[in-house]
């Protein structure tokens, strides 16, 4: 690849369940790790502060050696797509909120006043990476696309605030994430709650579901009835699925060329 070449990069965040629970012994029989051409910069990485990306994704660059719906994703990327080299930008923490009300001790709030020090600010986080990693490869990263899966910790159950909040400051997080990267029409793509899940609030999904159908561009993958392996994460089964139907509206979209899974309903709103 010539060094001034466009590279397709996909950038990635949320909580748990991107963040990766499924152990790394359930992964499906056709992928193993290290994935090759997969090169990976998240904050679990080494040296992601000076925005080196690993040569290959490894299981202990996972959280826990442990796996999310979207590293199916970037396998099918790999195997189905014309895309054969893929750059990863992924920042997650597991159990945050959007709203400061919400549960986790550090949020992904737009509001950064609002926040005890803006060292508790995940998109500042995120923000400083994605740079980062965009200056280390001289500006030449295309970034194709956003992954997304949060909304457990702004449940009413934890705080009222933040669910009633959770339509605005969803919006605020995609719109602050597209001026990152110079992109007001960048595609997001994410999923629902599993309806099975301790942690699922309807007015979240709401709101959820408002946002993706005012904007063409935000693409959000029906996940109400995903199975878990404990009270509030998806299982190996329906994490594959996920990333799956993540792959397909990557394909179905045209964000990206490549041969489309057969028999996965795509269930996007």
């Not at 719906?69 to 992924?90: G, N, R």
């Not at 909120?97 to 995120?126: C, M, V």
């Not at 792959?247 to 490549?258: A, H, K, M, R």
Request: charged residues 20%; proline residues 3%; contains cysteine.
């Amino acid at each position: 690849m010539a060094t001034n070449a466009k590279k397709l990069t996909i950038i990635s965040a949320g909580q748990s369940n991107i963040d990766g629970r499924v152990p790394s012994s359930k992964l499906p029989a056709y992928l193993s790790l290290p994935l090759a051409g997969c090169h990976y910069c998240s904050d679990k990485t080494p040296q992601h502060e000076q925005g080196i990306f690993q040569d290959e994704l490894k299981e202990s660059d996972l959280s826990d050696h442990r796996w999310g719906f979207d590293l199916i994703t970037y396998y099918y990327l790999l195997h189905q797509s014309d895309c054969q080299d893929l750059h990863v930008i992924k920042w997650t923490e597991g159990g945050t909120s959007i709203d400061p009300t919400g549960d986790g001790d550090n949020h992904w709030t737009t509001h950064f006043d609002e926040l005890a020090d803006r060292s508790h600010s995940l998109l500042l986080g995120f923000t400083n990476l994605i740079k980062t990693c965009q200056q280390t490869q001289h500006n030449h990263l295309d970034i194709k696309a956003m992954l997304w899966h949060q909304g457990e910790a702004d449940r009413a159950s934890y705080s009222k605030v933040a669910a009633e909040n959770y339509y605005q400051n969803l919006k605020d997080v995609f719109a602050y994430c597209r001026q990152v990267v110079g992109n007001p029409e960048l595609p997001i793509i994410c999923g629902t709650v599993s309806h099975n899940s301790k942690q699922y609030d309807a007015q979240v999904e709401k709101a959820t579901i408002q946002v993706a159908s005012e904007d063409p561009n935000i693409h959000l993958i029906d996940m109400q009835n995903g199975q878990l392996l404990d009270d509030f994460h998806f299982n190996a089964a329906s994490s594959e699925l996920f990333g799956k139907r993540v792959y397909n509206t990557l394909i179905d979209e045209q964000i990206v060329t490549g041969k489309r899974l057969a028999d996965i309903t795509a269930h996007v709103y």
